[in-house]
């Protein structure tokens, strides 16, 4: 499926997306579909320093936990408190209302790839 | 995981066209799920759904001594089943820890059909093997490949069922079999099954199954039928209780520490692991499974550590966020002094300790209809 245009997304599947100094982070429709139903989701307290590809956060399944790294280095702004009664907005809106967090970025990103980029990542992965 | 080759089963091609998630599991490969997991648990609570369970093995008992053998590896007491009637029991080894868990089916004097894990099928026919090598009038049979096995579970799995055959399964009670046909097809029809709701496994000839298995989709679409994966199968039992091995019950844990001791006959008269469970019994457990809920936010899984005042006490067996009650609970031993309901504990989740407290189990119970 394609992948928005208006954000960059990592090799570990979260999406990024800038606005002057602020970023905020979700996770792909991929990684979504990859974990199943949403049942948790552990989020960093505002004030927290993220540190690039440093553990941001994690997700549970019912059946498994994953780690959620930050796409960029930063000081988090906001988590998303409606994940804490609603953790499946992750599933039905990754894109939109199941954002992570917004950081304010004190690094520039890198490494990171373009929606083009990320779908040509996705089909050498074998992911469909 | 090791590179050896996974085998199907004979559903496999069934799983593949409904666009399921396959994984490795026991050896196989197998469906996890189909549409989510969630889904396919609340389907088979409130109405009924379909498990490949193909992979479970199963081994036959058989010859003059059948039941004196089935009674020597076994702790419950199998002399107690009349033909047509199945037994949950406990494989043990010499220390009365459990080599399995396992369901007994009496077929006939001469004939109990054994139903194990697939992950310890084949360690279970080796054990099996040696104990029967210095044993006069009974065999032992690796049946697994003869059967297929379909588990039909929910409050309407008897209604779905009950289209494609003429045996009047009303009359079934609960952990009793039947053999009979299905869509004109021999099987052998149990009213089984390991997800805490009524329902039935069919064990069928592998050709059969996948016919078996469109069949049942078809005759459910009414009832809103899914077909449910592993994932489903795993919370589904959690919230019922029922032990999963390699979890919640093992070759260290006995069945009274596992709150199993119902299974227990020592009156029997010998079986292997019957002095070992005597002097414990004697001398009372230390430890026990409990079941706990989360208090703070969290989720406790397979090894997290159990803490109590400070010290390590346990180790959490099996845990997750259960479907039904919308909690997330879990299930793992302490010393017998922290098991009573209320006590509080702190489950050790991810370098953070989060409180939680002893609860009753089972954590769901059906209501009873019948």
């Known amino acids: 499926m394609a992948?928005?245009?208006d954000r960059m997304y990592t090799k570990t599947h979260e999406w990024v997306q800038v606005a002057g100094t602020e970023a905020t982070v979700g996770i792909t429709q991929y990684a979504q579909e990859q974990l199943g139903d949403v049942v948790f989701v552990e989020l960093p307290?505002?004030?927290?320093?993220?540190?690039?590809?440093?553990?941001?956060?994690?997700?549970?399944s019912v059946k498994a936990v994953s780690e959620v790294f930050a796409p960029l280095a930063g000081e988090v702004v906001?988590?998303?408190g409606e994940l804490e009664t609603h953790p499946e907005l992750v599933n039905q809106d990754p894109y939109g209302k199941g954002w992570l967090v917004r950081l304010k970025a004190s690094g520039a990103p890198a490494d990171l790839m373009d929606a083009a980029a990320y779908e040509r990542f996705l089909a050498e992965e074998?992911?469909? | 995981m090791t590179q050896t080759t996974l085998k199907r089963t004979p559903l496999?091609?069934?799983?593949?066209?409904?666009?399921?998630?396959?994984?490795?599991?026991a050896g196989y490969e197998m469906p996890v799920q189909y549409t989510g997991v969630l889904e396919e648990h609340r389907v088979v609570r409130t109405s009924v759904g379909l498990f490949d369970v193909s992979h479970m093995g199963e081994i036959d008992v058989v010859g003059r001594r059948a039941l004196d053998f089935v009674q020597l590896v076994t702790c419950n007491d199998a002399s107690k089943l009349a033909v047509g009637r199945a037994q949950y029991s406990g494989l043990m080894t010499p220390r009365g820890t459990f080599v399995d868990d396992l369901l007994v089916h009496k077929v006939d004097d001469a004939r109990y059909l054994l139903v194990v894990n697939a992950a310890n099928k084949d360690k279970d026919y080796a054990y099996l093997c040696a104990q029967a090598a210095g044993f006069d009038g009974a065999d032992v049979i690796d049946r697994s490949d003869d059967y297929a096995q379909i588990a039909v579970q929910g409050p309407r799995a008897l209604e779905t069922l009950q289209k494609l055959t003429q045996v009047n399964l009303s009359e079934i009670k609960y952990y009793r079999f039947v053999e009979g046909s299905v869509e004109k097809v021999a099987t052998l029809i149990a009213r089984t099954g390991y997800t805490g709701e009524d329902g039935f496994e069919v064990y069928v000839a592998p050709t059969e199954a996948p016919h078996i298995w469109h069949a049942l989709l078809a005759a459910g679409r009414d009832?809103?039928?899914?077909?449910?994966?592993?994932?489903?199968?795993?919370?589904?039992?959690?919230?019922a209780c029922m032990p999963l091995y390699g979890n919640d019950i093992d070759d260290t844990t006995t069945p009274y520490e596992a709150g199993l001791g119902w299974i227990v006959k020592l009156e029997k008269g010998g079986f292997l692991g019957r002095e070992a469970l005597m002097r414990q019994q004697g001398a009372g457990i230390r430890r026990k499974l409990v079941g706990f809920e989360m208090v703070g936010r969290g989720i406790a899984r397979h090894g997290h550590a159990i803490w109590s005042e400070g010290k390590k006490v346990g180790t959490v067996t099996s845990g997750t966020h259960a479907p039904t009650l919308g909690k997330a609970l879990g299930m793992g031993y302490v010393p017998v002094e922290l098991a009573q309901v209320g006590t509080p504990l702190e489950i050790e989740i991810r370098d953070q300790r989060v409180a939680a407290r002893v609860v009753e189990m089972p954590f769901y119970r059906r209501a009873r209809t019948s």
């Open chain 1, 3 to 5: 992948q928005p245009t």
């Open chain 1, 45 to 60: 307290p505002a004030g927290k320093q993220a540190t690039r590809g440093g553990v941001l956060g994690n997700i549970e």
């Open chain 1, 78 to 80: 906001a988590a998303n």
């Open chain 1, 126 to 128: 074998g992911a469909h």
């Open chain 2, 12 to 25: 496999y091609q069934c799983h593949v066209e409904a666009k399921a998630r396959i994984v490795p599991f």
């Open chain 2, 223 to 239: 009832a809103g039928i899914a077909p449910a994966g592993l994932g489903a199968r795993d919370t589904l039992r959690f919230e």
